[in-house]
């Protein structure tokens, strides 16, 4: 995809630039080079966006996590209370008090759950 | 139009040989501005992959979870209440979880045990996270030595792994049956960790999750929807923290240039005289270098962003992950989905060409409103 | 034709240190001819040249340009009868450094909009008349005296205006350069472009190319001839 769309260019630019065959002074202009320069990005840009529309496989984890109930990522487990996010206690991420130091960089990284999002 | 164009071409020519004069300068100052949108793109990339991926794996959780509170503290919940709730209207299914940790010593870290509904392993067996295997060294048919609650040491042999596409769900699980569980911790039957309830109508969550709390005073119930909000919240809040930095160093950056521009060097406003004696309008010097600081910080985002996406969805995040990964010792390795939002696009575009482009068009301004006859003194 | 009527042009008016270079100057100057300021340094040739050539406005008084007020002008205008009109060699050459002397000489073409490659075109064949062709691509701060005024003639020209407007055109040179950018403007006379310089070097008033000689002395006009 990416391939095609820098070969499209390559040869558009090319012919829409006459100069680089006939360069005067042996250089290019400077907003040609410009051109390129935003071309190529552009191109990577585009390469980025049409990458971007890959969806990879996410059967396994979302059948494991529906089977084994799961509520929540494994991302925090350096400590107990902030493995299970949702399901830890009210401020858990804080313990005793909102402003107190935290030991893990997990739990100065989370906030206590607002209050419109507890039914509690 | 041609006209209009080629003008715009021949502006930006000496654009362009503006900048090749001070190259280094003007390359260092590429540098710096990649680095600051590359790293500005990452935080919100990332921030957005790890959100989305929240929600995309945890779609299917349970509708409803409830627990038992006993002097505000998280407690073992009776079996029997599981049939009051199942005779509520609207639940479709309700199961009792047994999950909890585990400290394990020679890992020094929390290992999640856990109960599955479906496909248990056998007595005395266990399915491990594919993290925690790795991080113990473990693999199917090796065993697992824990000592439980009652101080005795039980042997759990591996029988499989999760596959290691889960592990952002899964890496620190270790499943067990039912029986090895209990004993293992010491719960007795007819208690349960928590409660996990399917709706009918997810929409009618709310309403069945109201009535459960009058039925069953003490209880705690947490909603599907307070779930995913939890997770928002919390990458928000990162994303948010870092962002803020990233801010200020991209105002610091666009003064640093206003500064920059603002002390117009004598050499520079002489230049500006020049143009203007030899027929340039202000509106002509204003667009030159308009192109100059937009191209600038042009190249600097489509630079800065291209990298940023191979960064987080590519590099798996690489920078990152000391952050998130903090104290842990079982840190899972992932992929995260790749997606953009042109809305964002946009106005990181936005966020990374305009101020700096205005910063250095605005000094300008003045020394181009001059009058030119100064270039005509020595 | 170019008439100034009882022209002021007074420097920082109002405060302390107000200047009046030029006191109720009366001139003519007519086309395709070579005309020359004259007078020490400070009488306030370069002055003039820039009120005549529209760099700057009077004070009190009238610039005509062919009947035309060209003191009341708003800046576009003025600008754009700048670039269509005169071209200007100044006395310090006025180059921009770390530009090539080609992009130098095409600076004035840039907000025209006329195709590059005719620019370019033009510009070559200016640099070839003026013996600099093999320079094209040196930065200007490179350039000798002699090559820097060449390239700043050069530059005046590209937009091929009918009056050339040359302020000290030999006071950086030596002899042998100065009649060298002497024939030159003698040879632009001969295309039949007016010319207007300012000099208080003799050589320039010997050398049988001037027609009309402008004495100035503390910004007036004290003698014409
Ligand atoms: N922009 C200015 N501000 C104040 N004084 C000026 C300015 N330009 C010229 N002058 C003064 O006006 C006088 C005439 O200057 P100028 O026209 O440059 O004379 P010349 O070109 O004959 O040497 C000088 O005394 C000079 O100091
Ligand atoms: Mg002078």
Known sequence: ?120 | MRAWIERQRCLIDFSVANLGRRKARNLGLLGAYILLVFLLASVVLYGDALRREARLLLADAPDIVVQRLSAGRHDLIAADRLDALRALRGVRRADGRLWGYHYDPTLAANTTLQVPLVNPPGPGETVLGATLARARGLNPGDTLALRGDDGAIRAFRITGLLSSASELVSADLMLVNEADYRAFFGIPAGFYTDLALTVGNPAEAGKIAEKILTRQPGSRVILKDEMRRTYDAVFNWRQGLLLTFLGTVLAAFALLAWDKASGLSAEERREIGILKAIGWETGDVMRMKFWEGALLSTCAFLAGYVLAYLHVFHGGGALFEPILKGWSVLYPKFTLTPQIDLMQLASLFFLSVLPYTAATLAPVWRAATLDPDEVMRE | ?225
């Open chain 3, 1 to 225: 034709m170019i008439e100034l009527s009882s022209v002021d042009k007074t420097y920082n008016a109002g405060k302390a240190n107000e200047y009046r270079a030029g006191r109720g100057v009366d001139l003519r100057i007519k086309p395709g001819r070579v005309t020359a300021l004259r007078g020490p340094s400070g009488s306030g040739k370069t002055t003039l040249l820039g009120l005549i050539g529209g760099l700057t406005r009077p004070s009190s008084g009238r610039v005509r340009l062919d009947g035309r007020d060209i003191s009341a002008l708003p800046e576009r205008f003025l600008t754009e009868l700048r670039r269509a009109t005169f071209g200007f060699v100044f006395q310090q050459f006025q180059l921009i450094r770390g530009l090539s002397v080609l992009e130098n000489v095409m600076l004035p073409a840039a907000p025209t909009g006329e195709p590059h490659r005719q620019v370019v075109e033009r510009a070559m064949d200016l640099l070839g008349q003026l013996d600099l062709a093999d320079r094209a691509d040196t930065p200007c701060q490179r350039l000798s005296g002699g090559e820097a005024q060449r390239v700043a003639i050069a530059r005046a020209l590209i937009n091929d205006p009918p009056i050339l407007i040359a302020d000290e055109p030999t006071a950086h040179l030596d002899s042998a350069l100065s009649l060298q950018i002497l024939a030159i403007l003698g040879e632009l006379r001969a295309q039949g472009r007016t010319l207007i310089v300012s000099s208080h070097d003799p050589l320039v008033f010997d050398a049988g190319l001037v027609e009309h000689i402008v004495d100035l002395r503390d910004g007036r006009v004290v003698a014409e001839q």
């Open chain 1, 1 to 120: 995809m990416a391939a095609a769309l820098a070969f499209a260019y390559v040869t558009v630019a090319a012919w829409a630039t006459p100069e680089i065959k006939v360069s005067f002074s042996g250089r290019w202009r400077g907003s040609n080079r410009v051109a390129w320069v935003f071309g190529l990005g552009l191109i990577a840009l585009l390469a980025v966006l049409a990458d971007a529309t890959r969806s990879p496989d996410r059967s396994a984890a979302r059948s494991l996590a529906r089977e084994l109930q799961l509520t929540d990522l494994a991302l925090f487990n350096e400590a107990r209370y902030a493995r299970h996010l949702t399901q830890a206690d009210r401020h858990a991420a804080f313990q005793d008090h909102p402003m107190a130091l935290e030991h893990f960089p997990a739990g100065a990284l989370t906030v206590p759950m607002s209050a419109d999002a507890r039914l509690d």
